[in-house]
């Protein structure tokens, strides 16, 4: 079965503006997590969304949301860029059963100049 | 909450030498441990996890890693290590919710095998 899809796999933009990642999870998979990974920081939770509502939510600020449709498909979005959001972030899914982990994509590399 | 140390930021060895990765963890509630696997420009693809039962897991690709609750640790061993192994190794640690920020990865072993 399809593995989780995220797009676009690289991305440039310019400080101030806005970008939308996009990640579609395993079918069946209800669960969509996002994750931004840097050389500094490691893995960093940044929410998770469950049947289109936010679950959790980790410390970022503002500038960083999400959302999820009715199909599980979700998309996260950062607004005013700044050069230090540079960084692969990747989409997890899972069905949310205890110890079953995530699925990951391969990850939105986005350049922030 | 949860926390994982990964004592090795870097570990290089030989191909065909056998190697170990070390990873603790800290946490006051029984937990759910993971390893993953991240290859270059790519996503994180788990290699195995412990949930409960035998403390020693087997995983894919000729990885194993062994529970010890008194140490609170979850190393990963191979015995024979192949090029192709060369890759970020993360150590995470769940609680029996196992989601969001209950879900703690650490910082990242990256392995070097050298011809």
């Known amino acids: 079965k399809a593995g989780v899809t995220q797009t676009p796999r690289y991305l440039i933009k310019t400080r101030g503006q806005q970008v939308t990642l996009s990640c579609s999870p395993i079918?069946?998979?209800?669960?969509v997590s996002w994750y931004q990974q840097t050389p500094g920081q490691g893995l960093q939770f940044l929410f998770e969304?469950?049947?289109?509502?936010?679950?959790n939510k980790g410390n970022f600020p503002g500038r960083f949301s999400g959302r999820q449709f009715s199909n599980s498909r979700s998309e996260m979005n950062v607004s005013t860029l700044e050069l230090g959001d540079s960084a692969l972030y990747l989409c997890?899914?899972?069905?949310?059963?205890?110890?079953?982990?995530?699925?990951f994509g391969s990850g939105t590399r986005l350049t922030v100049v | 909450a949860q926390s994982v140390t990964q004592l090795d930021s870097q570990v290089p060895v030989f191909e065909e030498a056998p190697v170990e990765l070390r990873c603790n963890y800290s946490?006051?509630?029984?937990?759910?441990l993971f390893w993953y696997v991240q290859y270059p420009n790519q996503g994180l693809q788990l290699l195995l996890k412990?949930?409960?039962?035998?403390?020693l897991v087997k995983g894919i690709n000729g990885f194993e890693a062994e529970f010890n609750k008194s140490q609170t640790s979850f190393h990963l061993r191979k015995p024979s290590v192949h090029i192709s192994d060369t890759a970020e190794y993360f150590c995470a640690v769940s609680d029996r919710d196992g989601y969001g920020q209950n879900f703690v990865f650490g910082p990242g072993t990256r392995l070097s095998v050298l011809p």
């Open positions: 079918s069946g998979h209800r669960s």
């Open positions: 997890a899914s899972s069905i949310r059963r205890q110890g079953d982990g995530y699925t």
């Open positions: 969304y469950f049947s289109e509502t936010q679950r």
């Open positions: 946490s006051s509630v029984s937990v759910y």
């Open positions: 412990y949930l409960s039962g035998s403390t």
